[in-house]
């Protein structure tokens, strides 16, 4: 069974169309990233997922549930982390435990469990009992995405996760999700606007421009449809200046010392760039085509989506 599908989603504040016409899966235990700039409709998706709000069309199933009229149920068996982590400063960390879990109606002893092995999972055991308020930023999503798994969730949402971390933090973060996912094997459904956090994560991601699907499929899929030239590495023995103009295929090159990056429109334009390169005299060791990242497809599409609606 698929653990979220989507079909046709429209979501419209008054006249604004937040979302049109959206349409996707996600599957068991899949890591699904949702890309978009500010605005692109990522939090309003994850609100709709978990029956926050009704849609004006379109139908949504999340494991199986209606989350505008089974809401509740569909909340039961997710948990979700916003951007701004919802927890009390003046409590300590197991205290805002406690409170979240007696209002899910866990069982005490079973909660009691269940905030130990969190705790010490995200390594927040020592301070657990010093106040919120005291804690980095760091630590604050930590505790939030605890609390986010408190009732054990089949689907995670996570609105945002890095935001406002710095690098050291959301390299933990990070790698918290990523081992989350090896251990529980649940689905976990990543709103970002941080594009090497989806590489990295992600097995499908879906990019959307103003409410709008622009692409989705695996980085691979997305590299083959959206190939927006071809990138080729060529390595050479020692630095050797290639004077400008003198490679007329090429459309960028960039040089760091012996490593030269050459754009080209096509695969078929490589052995002429490189009969070219020999010719100039560059000491060639390794001729090798780059593949575009999820960065060079994100904002080809984007550029494009913004070209169209001018
Ligand atoms: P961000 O990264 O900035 O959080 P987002 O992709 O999550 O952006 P949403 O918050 O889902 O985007 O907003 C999508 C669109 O819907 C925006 O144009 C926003 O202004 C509009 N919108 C969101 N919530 C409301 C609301 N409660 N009332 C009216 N318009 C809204």
Redesign the pocket.
Same mark, same amino acid.
Request: glycine fraction near 28%.
């Given at each position: 069974m698929e653990t979220i599908a989507v079909q046709h989603l429209v979501h419209a504040? +008054?006249e604004?169309r &937040?979302l049109d016409d959206l349409s996707f899966t996600v599957g068991e235990g899949e890591v699904f990233a949702l890309l +978009?700039p500010? $605005? &692109? $409709?990522? %939090? %309003? %998706?994850v609100r709709l997922l978990n029956g926050l709000y009704r849609p004006t069309a379109g139908t949504i199933r999340v494991l199986g549930l209606d989350p505008s009229v089974q809401g509740g149920q569909v909340r039961a068996q997710t948990g979700v982390l916003t /951007?701004s982590p919802a927890l009390y400063e003046r409590l300590t960390a197991r205290q805002n435990l406690r409170f979240f879990g007696e209002m899910m109606g866990m069982p005490a002893a079973d909660l009691r469990r269940r905030m130990d092995d969190l705790l010490g999972f995200f390594d927040l055991a020592d301070r657990a009992d010093e106040r919120v308020a005291t804690f980095s930023k760091g630590m604050k999503q930590r505790l939030a995405l605890a609390r986010a798994l408190l009732n054990r969730p089949k689907i995670l949402f996570l609105d /945002?996760p890095t935001a406002g971390l710095d690098p050291e933090a959301s390299r933990q973060v990070r790698e918290l999700i990523a081992s989350l996912r090896r251990e529980n094997g649940q689905a976990v459904f990543l709103?970002t606007?941080i594009l090497t956090e989806a590489e990295r994560l992600c097995d499908r991601v879906l990019i959307l421009n103003r $409410?709008r699907a622009l692409a989705m499929g695996s980085l691979e899929e997305l590299q083959r449809r959206f190939n927006p030239g071809v990138w080729v590495e060529v390595q050479l023995l020692e630095p050797h200046l290639i004077p400008a103009g003198e490679l007329p295929f090429a459309l960028q090159v960039q040089a760091q010392d012996a490593l030269l990056r050459v754009q080209v429109s096509r695969v078929e334009d490589i052995p002429a760039l490189v009969s070219r390169l020999a010719g100039l005299g560059a000491p060639i060791v390794r001729v090798e085509p780059a593949r575009p990242s999820l960065e060079d497809i994100y904002f080809t599409l984007q550029a494009q989506a913004e070209e169209e609606t001018l």
């Open positions: 504040f +008054g604004r &937040a +978009g500010n $605005g &692109a $409709g990522k %939090t %309003t %998706t /951007e /945002e709103c606007h $409410g």
